[in-house]
């Protein structure tokens, strides 16, 4: 649109700057300070009254489309805005970037991340990494563009810069209530193609089916690899609750160990796994917790402190302390 229709579109242009800059910080306000210049000439501020505020200092034009007011320090939620706008047509925030908006916390990430439609002209915007999916997510919420954070989980875990970082970005959304173990299900089926397919088909079935999870069915053959025995699967024990099953055990030295699937961190599961780990060690057996992810990810070192209690109970000197 022509810059003189836009500065039309509402009257006559904003001419007292006390009027238009009380106007453009509540308009400022709904994103952390920044505001696009379509806005505001919707407004009545034209790029007259936009030049003679920055030229004052008292705005900052930080990019083609979006000026901040008072300050050119923009915080999280104007560096989304900035980036969606300033991207080109049809951004949105993804991976990460539509998780943090979304409300994800103990992540912070090195970029924005923003996907596009192919068809659209990118511009170059500092610390925002551009993709462009092979199928274009639709717009999901009110507020900022980004996309569902079922689809920007499964982003997320393919653009991490590791295997690790991919596992942790898998559990946090679900952990933090985002969104749901089959919405996650429903987002990886439909993706084609995956540099980590391998890896994540694995811990996206820990974190969704902990009860169907391979991580106590793998478990027995670390436990060979470790130079262990056998242990034994799913053993019955009568405590203070009635009966329980445990994930393995050797009973030969009293010790358990638990693996826990990505749904034991959910709702009450920590306290009914707290509960059943003190009765066992009540009952004088000794209780190593191993998350499934753990699993996946450092098998060796988790193995490593196993076969360390294992070879100290046997030994018969109580410590049952784990090595490095």
Same mark, same amino acid.
């Given at each position: ?5 836009? /500065? ?12 238009r &800059?009380a106007?453009?910080?509540e308009? %400022?306000? /709904? ?13 009545g501020i034209?790029r007259?009254?936009?030049r003679?505020e920055?030229?004052?200092?008292r705005w900052?034009?930080?990019? &083609? !489309?979006?000026? %901040? ?10 560096q989304?805005w900035r ?14 970037? %539509?998780?943090?908006?979304?409300g994800?916390t103990?992540? +912070?990430?090195?970029?924005?991340d ?5 068809s659209? &002209?990118?511009?170059?915007v ?6 462009f999916?092979h ?12 996309v569902?954070?079922?689809v920007?989980?499964?982003h997320a ?18 952990q ?5 173990p ?6 990886w089926?439909?993706?084609l ?10 811990v ?11 991580g +106590?069915?793998?478990f027995?053959?670390?436990?060979r690899?470790?130079g262990l025995?056998?242990?034994?699967r799913?053993?019955?024990r ?9 994930d393995v ?14 749904h !034991? ?5 920590p ?6 780990q003190?009765d066992?060690?009540a009952?004088? +057996? ?5 998350p499934?992810i ?5 098998? /060796? ?11 100290a109970? &046997?030994?018969g000197?109580?410590?049952?302390s784990?090595?490095?």
């Amino acid at each position: 649109m022509p810059q003189q229709s836009l /500065e039309m579109v509402v009257g006559a242009p904003l001419r007292y700057g006390a009027a238009r &800059r009380a106007i453009a910080r509540e308009l %400022a306000a /709904e994103h952390g300070g920044v505001v696009h210049r379509l806005t505001l000439a919707q407004h009545g501020i034209d790029r007259f009254g936009v030049r003679n505020e920055v030229a004052a200092g008292r705005w900052f034009t930080v990019g &083609r !489309h979006t000026v %901040a007011v008072d300050s050119p320090e923009l915080g999280v939620v104007a560096q989304w805005w900035r980036a969606v706008w300033e991207s080109g047509s049809g951004a949105r925030l993804d991976g990460t970037s %539509a998780l943090l908006a979304a409300g994800l916390t103990g992540f +912070e990430p090195p970029v924005i991340d923003v996907s596009m439609p192919k068809s659209s &002209r990118v511009h170059a915007v500092p610390g925002v990494r551009t993709h462009f999916p092979h199928r274009l997510a639709p717009v999901v919420g009110a507020g900022i563009r980004r996309v569902a954070a079922e689809v920007a989980t499964i982003h997320a875990a393919q653009w991490a810069v590791s295997d690790r970082q991919a596992a942790l970005l898998i559990c946090l959304p679900l952990q933090q209530r985002l969104t749901t173990p089959p919405r996650v299900q429903l987002a990886w089926r439909s993706v084609l193609r995956s540099p980590r397919r391998t890896l994540l088909d694995s811990v996206i079935a820990d974190v969704t089916d902990g009860a169907h999870s391979l991580g +106590e069915l793998d478990f027995a053959r670390l436990a060979r690899k470790a130079g262990l025995p056998t242990p034994t699967r799913q053993a019955l024990r009568d405590g203070p609750g009635g009966r329980v099953y445990l994930d393995v055990s050797w009973d030969e030295v009293g010790l358990v160990v638990e693996v826990d699937g990505g749904h !034991h961190a959910l709702a009450l599961n920590p306290i009914d796994d707290a509960l059943r780990q003190n009765d066992r060690v009540a009952a004088g +057996e000794r209780v190593l917790r191993i998350p499934v992810i753990g699993l996946r990810l450092t098998p /060796e070192r988790f193995m490593r402190q196993v076969r360390h209690t294992y070879d100290a109970l &046997r030994a018969g000197d109580g410590s049952g302390s784990c090595g490095p």
